[in-house]
């Protein structure tokens, strides 16, 4: 294969599961880092929708601009360990990638309008971003907290329920396992979240012992930390 063109910036982000996905599934990435941190690319010109992650296959010029897009294509056009078993493991794989997404969207991406002090409301291309309007960063911090707390418990119960193995379908990786997996070490681990770490007295995942031992079973791929050697420690958020 020619490999894909891929769009990103040199955060976590909604990049590096693409990057580990591409790394367990042998494919070849050409990366592209975004204005404003890079000059391969412009996503306010180039990308359809004004975002990133940002995807082209070059062996057939598909072009993609949405990262469970980006991600169902490639794992069923490169089958690997994480091509979906059947219909139902595909739509148990999509289901927990959304949560993770959601939980990206809605708690992780907020944060980093807190953690790069920017208030502007009209910065993404995406949605509105003064995330500080009412009551200023500390009420910011506090309120995504909560939400961080509910977000995580919810799944974190419903693994409980489930009594799976390894991994949230089960003893086969998927990739929405890997998504979790960034999201998680991201809290975990980066700079720029040391202020959620802190919210949570040090223990963001405080009882999470199932969405603990998927992060162990994924980060033990040798494949993952290959792909991510010291991003968490080195990138922002
Ligand atoms: N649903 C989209 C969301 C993409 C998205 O929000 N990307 C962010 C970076 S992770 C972005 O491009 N933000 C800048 C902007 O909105 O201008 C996906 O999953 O690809």
Redesign the pocket.
């Known amino acids: 294969m020619n490999g894909i063109d891929f769009a990103y910036?040199p955060i976590i982000?909604?990049?590096e599961q693409i990057n580990i996905i591409c790394a367990m599934h042998g494919i070849k990435v050409n990366t592209m880092m975004t204005k404003p941190m890079g000059d391969d690319f412009d996503?306010?010109v180039q990308?359809p929708f004004?975002?990133?992650?940002w995807f082209r296959d070059n062996s057939n010029g598909i072009e993609l601009?949405?990262?469970?897009a980006?991600v169902q294509y490639l794992v069923s056009k490169y089958k690997g360990p994480l091509t979906p078993k059947s219909h139902e493991n595909a739509a148990l794989t999509a289901m927990y990638w959304a949560w993770a997404?959601d939980y990206?969207?809605f708690v992780l991406?907020p944060l980093h309008d807190i953690i790069t002090d920017n208030s502007d409301p009209f910065?993404?291309?995406?949605?509105l971003t003064n995330t500080l309007a009412d009551g200023g960063k500390e009420v910011g911090i506090s309120n995504l907290t909560i939400l961080h707390q509910k977000r995580v418990q919810y799944l974190e119960n419903y693994l409980t329920k489930m009594n799976l193995g390894n991994f949230v379908t089960g003893e086969n990786c998927s990739y929405a396992d890997i998504f979790i997996y960034t999201c998680v070490k991201t809290v975990q681990e980066t700079g720029g979240f040391g202020i959620l770490r802190e919210s949570c007295d040090g223990v963001p995942f405080k009882d999470c012992t199932n969405i603990l031992k998927i992060c162990k079973s994924v980060g033990e791929i040798p494949e993952v930390i290959e792909c991510v050697g010291s991003k968490f420690q080195e990138y922002p958020i």
């Not at 910065?123 to 949605?127: G, S």
């Open positions: 910036l982000g909604r990049g996503k306010d990308s004004g975002t990133i992650p601009n949405d990262s469970l980006i997404q990206y969207s991406s910065w993404r291309n995406l949605r």
